[in-house]
């Protein structure tokens, strides 16, 4: 008896993306939908790269999302005291600037607090890029190293030197000995045609590098702890003696390390030079983002015998369990540990809100809508497990406009999830099969027609404001809405991810809030107004009828 | 002539060639762009196109999706014909059909000699849509060449030579290239300054600009130049089509005095001086109106006052607010920072703030400085306060000195949509607004309010 063939299996690849695009735009005006599952993707895609995907199942779209000469910037400009240096054109430093690196992470961002970051670029013209410049590179490494002093100096090509094959290792090599100040001069090899993908983006900027900075620890020091993968707020606030907005991931990391007699190490990579080289030091791994710290962990793992734990994105009391446990047990520390937990669940007021948003939000079904990149895979997959322990049946959370591709990018986190549970039930959310997410969105009313839910059942969680979201069906006043996403969420005393016990409380009040605030139909935010059709009411809809506090 | 640097490497904001030519583009109503380039380049250009959206134009725009595979392989051109393909099916789909076509590229299929021009041509061709291609990665240079090479290819194609000139009628030229962070809103108070002259606009290169707009380029009297950039292209174009430059030497109509300068030039070259005075006659009433008796600003004129600034930006914009900053707050531009593509720009910028020297502020003028340099000399100047762009925002706050975002010509986060301008007489109003958040970040003392706040609340 033949498998049944999954959508993807049925495009037939040797036609052209055109004409493949033809059937998806025929596709979504006739509601063709199907619904897959996590584990369907990654189980029967396993010999499949999110590049193919972006090739060619996302077609006349298949461009990728940013480049890797962005994560080559975000992620080693937050590095103190470093300098970058990007051999090519001027405009990728410019285009990192323009918006990446103030908004998204990396070294001089609003939201984050990492301090700005110098980048320097060799600022090549068409022939440098065509025939080379090692000289202007050369220059370049000396001229900074004066000028600016810096402790490590980072190298990364931009597409045109990477394609003419720049022997950028070579100058590397010639230059060091005449550095005067650059300890560490690592070459960073992402051109920006590198990858399409951002997961693999981000496994090429962990890849070798961070662990090439370490050294061989002197001594082991007890009870320490690093915490890897991340280019966002990477400090400890207490440590650097200055209370922020809002508390690090790592101040919250911190208090839960110190509550069971540990100690937050290291943060890897973004940290001095001298730190990372002391990061072997440590006795266990714990993990941030996923993707930014499986390698790295992996390669600590082999190198320095450290172990780590594949816990992320605690949010709920399971998932902070498991998080909190991992490293609880080697350090054999169960029982403090779980006292600890509930100390907290009871002391920050979590449990009534926990059986407050419980009943609110049975029967709900849950759209996992990110149609951004801000709202990424593994991320909601946290939001959506802390849902289903919540009290949502698995089969009404629904993800929707992730680019499948980006499931296979960020392979590794998807697998991780799919390893945990919540209530009791394993851990594998359903998939609306839509494979040209970020160019060709679907929205919520699309989705929630299709399934057939009223739009009062409906507990969205979006990651951007879409165009869809106009009066008078998708407002926050007749649909409960939840924002989910990194640089969006920020609320008073969460730490930054919005984990933990401070972003599981934050969450629950959101979800509560959202839900309680979506019993007012009529009264439209000004957002989708704007979009919709500015819907003024009759004068006696607000005097005389409900809308208006006078009315009945 | 490429402006002086001074060194062969740089750490500055340096819009490139492909900035300038889809911002360039994106201004043309109706436009359908196809991205011939990688991931990293499209999403940022997929940026740079929305500055035209507010109030204008939200153009179409489609990725090759170049990969490492194209380029190694030489397929990268068979992905651009499958764009090209695409565009056309999408647009019989939805019956919707571009005014024009325009084809832009990134280093990588600059690299790869990918014939843009060709394909163009042949969409031309197949679907009667006026096509170009514009050859303009980030590696050909600043915004400026971008924009030039758009402007160069738009009146190539479209502008008809011999076109009776109507009276009183001007092209404006580069309105993002004004640089302000306000540039759309400065743009309608500059056009709102030429109306009130009776002064018609004929065509802009480029904001919510039509076709035939273009192809009636020759019908103004004169091109108003809001930069001061060299765009040598552009300028054999307008040569042959009889449009003489005018205004790129005087200051940006920022604050008073340059109000003052700008407008009665622009209102000479059309025999309209006693016009032009009494708009400004009319408009200085208001402002007296609002800040006459106004103990508010008495109080903001106290905390402005000999105050010592440092400004960082692109040359014809800053130098325009540095001599704001002088002649009209009395504030002391101690350090300026002059960013510019061309040696025209510089030298222009220059020659504003000499005759503030004549004055009797002698500024220290950076030309093209690495980050590094200003912040030291910043440092060294002991100044209040920065005024730049967002930018630079982390360096000069990290360092503890109040900084606030008025410039660089990209319009998303400024959090700004109050319709009002900076320029003429009554934008006054707002860059005094401006000015008084800088006064508050200036002269709060929030660090010591964390530490000493009353400790049981």
Not at chain 1, 25 to 37: G, P, Y
């Amino acid at each position: 008896m033949s498998e049944k063939l999954m959508p993807w299996e049925r495009i037939d690849r040797s036609r052209e993306n055109w004409e493949i695009a033809k059937d998806y735009l025929t596709m979504k005006a006739q509601r063709k939908f199907e619904i897959v599952t996590f584990k369907d993707i990654i189980e029967k895609c396993s010999d499949t790269s999110a590049t193919e995907w972006w090739d060619k199942v996302i077609p006349g779209y298949g461009s990728g999302l940013w480049c890797p000469i962005y994560y080559a910037i975000t992620v080693a400009g937050g590095v103190r005291n470093s300098i970058l240096v990007i051999h090519g054109a001027q405009s990728c430093v410019t285009a990192v600037r323009h918006f990446f690196v103030l908004y998204v992470g990396g070294g001089g961002n609003y939201y984050w607090g990492n301090p700005f970051t110098f980048v320097t670029s060799t600022d090549l013209n068409e022939r440098d890029n065509i025939l080379g410049a090692p000289e202007k590179l050369r220059k370049t490494l000396l001229d900074v190293d004066e000028l600016h002093k810096p402790e490590v100096i980072f190298v990364a090509p931009t597409c045109g030197p990477g394609m003419i094959g720049e022997p950028i290792e070579e100058i590397i090599g010639d230059v060091k000995p005449e550095l005067k100040h650059a300890q560490e001069v690592v070459y960073l090899d992402l051109p920006g045609f590198k990858a399409i993908d951002e997961g693999d983006m981000m496994r090429l900027a962990t890849g070798g590098y961070w662990t090439a900075l370490m050294q061989e620890p002197k001594q082991k020091i007890k009870g320490a702890v690093n915490v890897i993968g991340d280019y966002r707020g990477t400090y400890v606030s207490e440590r650097e003696g200055f209370k922020p907005n809002f508390p690090s991931t790592y101040d919250e990391i911190s208090s839960v390390l110190n509550a069971l007699g540990l100690k937050l190490h290291v943060i890897v990579p973004q940290s001095s030079l001298g730190d990372i080289r002391r990061a072997p030091e440590a006795e266990f791994n714990i993990v941030n983002c996923p993707m930014l710290a499986y390698p790295i962990c992996e390669e600590m793992e082999k190198k320095f015998g450290i172990p780590f734990s594949r816990h992320v994105y605690p949010l709920g009391k399971e998932a902070i369990t498991n998080y909190i446990m991992a490293f609880a047990k080697h350090f054999g520390k169960e029982k403090e540990a779980q006292k600890y937990i509930e100390y907290r669940w009871e002391n920050d007021g979590i449990e009534p809100l926990w059986q407050e948003a419980k009943k609110l939000v049975k029967d709900k079904t849950v759209l996992m809508d990110s149609a951004i990149s801000m709202t990424s895979v593994n991320r909601q997959m946290g939001y959506a497990r802390m849902l289903q322990e919540l009290g949502v049946e698995p089969e009404k959370i629904l993800f929707f406009n992730i680019g499948p591709s980006e499931i296979l990018g960020r392979r590794e986190g998807v697998e991780y999830y799919l390893t945990t549970s919540a209530a009791g039930k394993p851990f594998n959310p359903k998939f609306l099969w839509w494979p040209a997410p970020h160019a060709i969105k679907l929205s919520p009313i699309e989705v929630a027609d299709w399934l057939g839910v009223k739009d009062s059942e409906v507990l969205h969680l979006y990651g951007d404001l879409g165009w869809y979201t106009k009066a008078p069906r998708w407002d926050a006043s007749n649909i409960a809405q939840v924002q989910s996403s990194i640089h969006f969420r920020r609320r008073r005393n969460v730490c930054q991810r919005s984990i933990f016990f401070s972003g599981t409380k934050a969450l629950l009040r959101d979800i509560i809030l959202a839900i309680k605030g979506s019993r007012r139909p009529g009264k439209w935010t000004l957002y989708s107004r704007i979009l919709g059709k500015w819907p003024v009411p009759e004068p006696a809809e607000i005097t005389k009828g409900k809308k208006g506090i006078s009315g009945e | 002539m490429r402006a002086y640097t001074p060194h062969i490497w740089t750490d500055q904001y340096q819009p490139s060639a492909m900035f300038g030519s889809v911002l360039a583009l994106s201004g043309i109503e109706g436009v359908e762009l196809a991205y011939h380039g990688p991931a990293g380049c499209y999403t940022i250009a997929t940026h740079i196109r929305t500055d035209q959206a507010p109030m204008g134009t939200y153009s179409a725009m489609r990725p090759s999706g170049i990969t490492e595979d194209n380029l190694v392989m030489g397929t990268s051109m068979d992905k651009l014909k499958q764009l090209l393909k695409f565009i056309r099916l999408e647009s019989e789909h939805t019956k919707r059909k571009p005014t024009l076509l325009a084809i832009v590229n990134t280093d990588s299929t600059a690299i790869t000699g990918d014939d843009l021009a060709g394909a163009a041509k042949m969409f031309e061709k197949e679907t009667g849509v006026p096509s170009i291609a514009v050859d303009a990665p980030g590696f050909k240079g600043w915004d400026i060449t971008g924009y030039d090479l758009a402007y160069r290819t738009l009146l190539a194609k479209f502008a008809k030579p011999g076109i009776t000139k109507k009276p009183d009628c001007v092209n404006i030229v580069g309105p993002y290239l004004l640089s302000s962070q306000n540039w759309l809103f400065d743009f309608e108070g500059i056009k709102d300054l030429l109306s009130r002259l009776e002064i018609s606009v004929n065509c802009v290169l480029t904001r919510n600009t039509k076709i035939g707009d273009i192809e009636n380029f020759a019908a103004a009297q004169l091109n108003l130049m809001l930069t001061n950039e060299d765009l040598p292209l552009f300028q054999k174009e307008t040569e042959k089509l009889g449009v003489p430059n005018f205004g790129a030497d005087l200051p940006l109509p920022y604050g008073l005095v340059n109000t003052e300068e700008w407008y009665y030039a622009l209102a000479d070259k059309f025999g309209k001086s006693d016009l032009a005075k009494n708009v400004l006659g009319e408009a200085s009433k208001k402002v007296k109106d609002v800040l006459g008796f106004n103990y508010s600003y008495t109080w903001q004129s106290n905390l402005m006052l000999q105050k010592r600034a440092a400004l960082i930006g692109r040359a014809h914009f800053i130098a325009s607010m540095a001599r704001c900053l002088y002649y009209d707050m009395a504030i002391y531009p101690e350090v300026i920072a002059l960013q510019a593509a061309t040696k025209e720009s510089v030298d222009s910028a220059k020659k504003l703030l000499e005759a503030m020297e004549k004055d009797g502020m002698s500024p220290k003028v950076l030309i093209n400085p690495a980050y590094v340099e200003f912040a030291r000399a910043v440092r060294e100047a002991e100044v209040d306060f920065v005024l730049g762009s967002r930018i630079e925002k982390t360096l000069i706050e990290g360092m503890g000195i109040a900084h606030h975002a008025i410039g660089s010509s990209y319009y998303f986060n400024t959090f700004r949509y109050l319709p009002l301008p900076y320029v003429g007489y009554e934008g006054i109003l707002y860059l005094l607004q401006e000015l008084g958040l800088a006064m508050e970040d200036m002269f709060h003392e929030k660090e010591a309010w964390k530490k000493l706040c009353y400790k049981n609340i």
